[in-house]
């Protein structure tokens, strides 16, 4: 069976998805639907608003046919290891297409990005533009300027465009890209129609989920997990980091880590945290996952050089046996039964346990071995 994937966090899941869903099956209506989830833990450097086994099943209640977890250790990592990580899971899956959303579906355009960032000269044209202090978000856009026009390095000012080139940069030869125009912003204001994931999920903290209801995909089910239920220890786990031991996490280069630590010293809340520690070359993204990254407990060693294993988290009657035909030439060990891979598992069990002190009511540690893959 082909197969179609796609690299999400649904988080929530929302009109917007529901879209891209609808025309990623349309446009390959003989293949199953393979989306590749990102766990308890995000990219932003915070909770999901709620847990992946959920996420997963509305997911597959909404057109996914498979769906797969992205482990925390990628998910909380650049736009670059996001994407290698998650594209890596989706060809082991057997996609042969990806199909990701973007502002701009100019595939020529987005390809010679991606083609730039993988040339040779990428970052001799890089260098000059982080010597002059530049974030690497910025240092990146003026080097791709240089290498193919201003004008179509100004797409990557976009966050999912910015995504997709990522992709394109990660795909494997024999998978094809599928871009789907994406509606309505990525931070913002909320729209009936589509709205923003970031705005959503403030409202559902703030007001329930009574109050979301009229913008999101489906019926909620299940707690609101929040960060800041956690912000005193937080600050407590940094503030027993050394300088040192923060310069050694994954992105805790260029004065992160010592801006870091100087401002855990200082804040009072996980927002006053960010704000000390922001400067025009460090960006509010990155701040977030490193300050995360050491809270929890991981080190450069947690994240291994490529995905490990294929952990599948729900799926439907076509996914199912689209995973049966996937068995023996899959390149990875396929796990349904989490229980039986403890070992492979024991970090991401660690890190469900710390999630679940986001609950409204701190759940016991165990989540990991507690839960099935969701048959829909």
């Known amino acids: 069976m082909k197969a179609v994937g796609i690299l999400a966090e649904y988080n929530p899941l929302h009109a917007g998805h529901l879209r891209h869903l609808s025309l990623t099956r349309a446009a390959c209506p003989d293949a199953a639907v393979v989306v590749c989830l990102s766990g308890n833990w995000v990219q932003r450097g915070e909770c999901a608003v709620t847990d992946k086994w959920r996420r997963a099943r509305w997911a597959a209640q909404a057109g996914a046919d498979l769906v797969v977890e992205l482990p925390s250790v990628f998910a909380l990592g650049s736009a670059q290891v996001f994407a290698r990580a998650g594209v890596a899971i989706l060809a082991a899956a057997g996609a042969e297409t990806m199909s990701f959303g973007c502002e701009t579906p ?36 003026r080097a791709l300027a ?7 390095a100004a797409l990557v000012e976009e966050p999912n465009n910015n995504l997709a080139v990522e992709y394109l940069a990660a795909l ?9 125009p994406r509606l309505g912003a990525h931070d913002g204001p909320l729209e009936r129609e589509y709205p923003s994931a970031s705005a959503l999920r403030a409202l559902l903290r703030r007001d329930g989920p009574e109050a979301a209801r009229p913008y999101l995909a489906g019926a909620w089910d299940g707690p609101i997990y929040r960060l800041e239920r956690q912000e005193g220890a937080i600050l407590w786990a940094l503030r027993q980091r050394s300088p040192e031991a923060l310069a050694a996490l994954p992105d805790g280069s260029d004065g992160l880590a010592r801006r870091l630590w100087r401002s855990a010293r200082k804040a009072g809340s996980l927002e006053e945290l960010y704000a000390l520690a922001k400067t025009r070359r460090l960006t509010a993204a990155r701040i977030r996952r490193v300050a995360l990254w050491a809270a929890l407990g991981l080190t450069a060693g947690d994240r291994p050089a490529a995905p ?5 988290l729900a799926m439907t009657r076509r996914g199912a046996s689209h995973l049966a035909a996937l068995r023996g030439r899959c390149p990875l060990p396929v796990i349904t039964k989490p229980a039986d891979h403890r070992e492979a598992l024991a970090t991401e069990s660690r890190l469900t346990d710390l999630f679940s002190l986001c609950a409204p009511h701190p759940l016991p540690c165990g989540e990991e071995w507690r839960h099935s893959p969701a048959v829909v």
């Open 106 to 141: 100019d595939l020529p355009a987005l390809q010679a990005l991606a083609a730039a960032l993988k040339s040779p000269r990428f970052d001799a044209a890089l260098a000059p533009h982080l010597s002059r202090g530049l974030s690497y978000p910025a240092a990146r856009q």
């Open 308 to 312: 490990e294993y294929l952990r599948v």
């Open 172 to 180: 494997p030869e024999g998978v094809a890209p599928l871009p789907i």
């Open 146 to 152: 240089d290498l193919v026009g201003r004008e179509t």
